[in-house]
């Protein structure tokens, strides 16, 4: 059988060569070795996209180039996706999430990791997509009758619309109803802190440890 490590090298190039079908097969070999989907999307694809992102910051690639890496990655992460999804069918419903992508924000590939992971270890995710204006966040919470908001932000100007959703739950009197975790990468703790967020993940992992602390023990 093909090693952890060369699996992840053919995850790594598919992205470097903007190869959507490869992308895709090394994930699915990732699979059939018995590889944690969400470590092989960190090990195999994260580092090769981010590297790609310093490549544009400093010009040296464009952004059709960054597009084109992006769905290769998109194309892999779908195919661990359902693999995700599908662990968590077998789990006990531990709470609902409407999960975005904040306003001016097209970036999704982490949000989506988030929610697969939040759903493969049983909670109900309501995914709004990307560029969610800052009302529908509150607005689907309501309908879905969540019990957390979850914003994703990629870009230092964006991320300001995290803050905009907790004043209006605030101007709404609805401080306190919903609990909100933020992330995203230029999001840290100190930024959770200062638009009173409940809660702040570096990644998909966290944010289910984090979500586990408030709900999870309703599930048992
Ligand atoms: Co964009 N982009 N991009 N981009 N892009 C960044 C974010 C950037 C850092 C690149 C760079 O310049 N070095 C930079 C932002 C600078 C800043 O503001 N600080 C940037 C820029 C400038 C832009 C544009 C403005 C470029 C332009 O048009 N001139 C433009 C903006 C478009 C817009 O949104 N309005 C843009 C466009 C794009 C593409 C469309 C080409 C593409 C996105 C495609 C897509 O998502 N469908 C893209 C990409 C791919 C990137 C980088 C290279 C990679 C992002 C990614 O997918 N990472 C990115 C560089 C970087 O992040 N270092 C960059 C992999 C993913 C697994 O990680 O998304 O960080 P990440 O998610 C992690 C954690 O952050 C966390 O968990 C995830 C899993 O571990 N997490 C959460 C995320 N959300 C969470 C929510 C949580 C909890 C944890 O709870 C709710």
Known sequence: MTSAKAIYAKMRSSIEEYDEDAAAAAAREALEAGLDPVEAVEM???????????????????????????????????????????????LKRKGVVVLGTVEGDIHDIGKTIVGAMLQANGYEVHDLGVDVPTTRFIQAAQEQKAQVIAMSALLSTTMLFQRDVLELLRNQGLDGKYLVVVGGAPVTQEWADEIGANGYARDAVEAVKLLDGWLGEQAR
């Not at 400093?58 to 359902?82: H, N, Q």
């Not at 693999?83 to 077998?90: K, P, S």
């Open 44 to 90: 195999g694809f994260a580092g090769a996209i981010r590297e790609l992102g310093e490549a544009f910051d400093r010009m040296e690639i464009f952004l059709p180039g960054l597009v084109m890496a992006a769905d290769a990655m998109k194309a892999g992460v779908a195919v661990l996706e359902e693999a995700l999804e599908a662990r968590g069918d077998v």
